[in-house]
């Protein structure tokens, strides 16, 4: 079982970034994904969580509006769109799964990315 | 919007000791939806425990936890230096935002 994010990068003030998670070694149609993000010497942050169908999706405050996650199944893939970014954006960004099968509730994530770092600065 | 608190932020100890982490919700937890990660430098967090207190595939029955409502406890118990690391909870399930606890630092000196 393996996610791996890629995507990130340095980027402007204002500016775009597409963040994408391969997944590989499980049924990747019938678990739900997530994004958490961790700033530079900070905790954990929740981003966004999208269950399947991906009609259920959630996003911390601090980026609805701005974030789009979507999935796509055939392709194995889970992205998150970053629009309109800020310099408080800046941090590893994390794609993790959740443990069990959605059901209509998000799980704990038992199985985590390795990041992709995201630099907003001008 | 529900609120994880931990403490406390740091916990310095000798190896073969326990250390207690707390984790509190400002609003009940439902369904008892919340989770402990291990964090360690340079590192994705990794999970220890769900549902308040069902171990992870792997992990050592040394990482016990509790609680219900809105107050939880992680204990780890016979401390080993590979503990230190950065403790996370985490409440999960129907009604997000999905926050993250602060984290508590584990040094095992």
């Known amino acids: 079982v393996r996610l791996v994010e890629s995507g990130g990068g340095l980027v402007q003030p204002g500016g775009s970034l597409r963040l994408t998670c391969t997944a590989s070694g499980f049924n990747f149609n019938v678990f739900a994904m997530a994004w958490v993000r961790q700033a530079p010497g900070r905790g954990l942050e929740w981003v966004s969580s999208l269950g399947d169908p991906a009609t259920q999706m959630h996003y911390a405050d601090s980026v609805r509006g701005r974030f789009t996650v979507s999935r796509d199944n055939s392709r194995n893939t889970l992205s998150l769109q970053m629009d309109s970014l800020k310099v408080e954006d800046t941090a590893i960004y994390y794609c993790?799964?959740?443990?069990?099968?959605?059901?209509?509730?998000?799980?704990?994530?038992?199985?985590w990315g390795h990041g992709t770092m995201v630099t907003v600065s001008a | 919007e529900l609120i994880l608190t931990q403490s406390p932020v740091t916990l310095s100890l000798s190896p073969g000791g326990r250390a207690t982490l707390s984790c509190r919700a400002s609003?009940?937890?439902?369904?008892?939806?919340l989770a402990w990660y291990q964090q360690k430098p340079g590192q994705a967090p990794r999970l220890l425990i769900s549902?308040?207190?069902i171990r992870a595939t792997g992990i050592p029955d040394r990482f016990t936890a509790s609680g219900s409502g809105t107050d939880f406890t992680l204990t780890i118990s016979r401390l080993e230096p590979e503990d230190s690391a950065l403790y996370y909870c985490?409440?999960?399930?129907?009604?997000?935002?999905?926050?993250f606890g602060g984290g508590t630092k584990v040094e095992i000196k």
């Open positions: 985490h409440q999960y399930g129907t009604s997000p935002p999905f926050a």
């Open positions: 609003q009940r937890v439902t369904d008892n939806y």
């Open positions: 549902a308040a207190s």
């Open positions: 993790a799964k959740d443990m069990v099968a959605f059901n209509g509730v998000f799980d704990a994530f038992d199985v």
